[in-house]
């Protein structure tokens, strides 16, 4: 299995390295305080419809609207909410996650030795 790159001067690895810098700690950073609450969030939210579905059938079975009643409509919006995290999550990484990684890929980035060959040669 090949080793990760590892810098030319000190032997020390290069992700190592590139963990150890204030710029990939700050994107860690930025993604745990998204993610972690977001996720107890949603977490919650689905322990709610299951504690409500075993323990408030009365109030799960409580008509809406027409055939609709409470569980079915809770069950949709976990879908719901499922989808709309998705989407936060992506405009969240397109504007806050990206742009550092990015960076960071091309600070770190070794410097091709040679011009790449023609994939035909």
């Known amino acids: 299995m090949d080793q990760p790159p590892t810098d030319?001067?000190?032997g020390t690895p290069e992700v190592q390295r590139i963990e150890e810098s204030t710029e990939f700690r700050e994107l860690r950073t930025s993604f745990r305080n998204?993610?972690?609450?977001?996720t107890a969030g949603f977490i919650l939210w689905y322990l709610l419809y299951v504690l409500l579905?075993?323990?408030a059938p009365a109030f799960m079975a409580a008509t809406v609207v027409g055939h609709i009643n409470v569980a079915l409509l809770l069950g949709l919006l976990q879908f719901a909410s499922t989808?709309?995290?998705?989407?936060?999550?992506?405009?969240?990484?397109?504007?806050?996650?990206?742009p550092p990684a990015a960076a960071i890929r091309a600070a770190h980035a070794p410097a091709p030795a040679t011009a790449p060959r023609e994939a035909a040669e």
């Not at 998204?34 to 977001?38: I, N």
């Not at 995290?85 to 397109?94: T, V």
């Open 8 to 10: 030319q001067g000190t």
């Open 34 to 38: 998204f993610a972690f609450p977001v």
């Open 53 to 55: 579905s075993g323990y």
């Open 83 to 98: 989808f709309a995290i998705a989407a936060w999550y992506a405009r969240f990484a397109g504007r806050r996650l990206d």
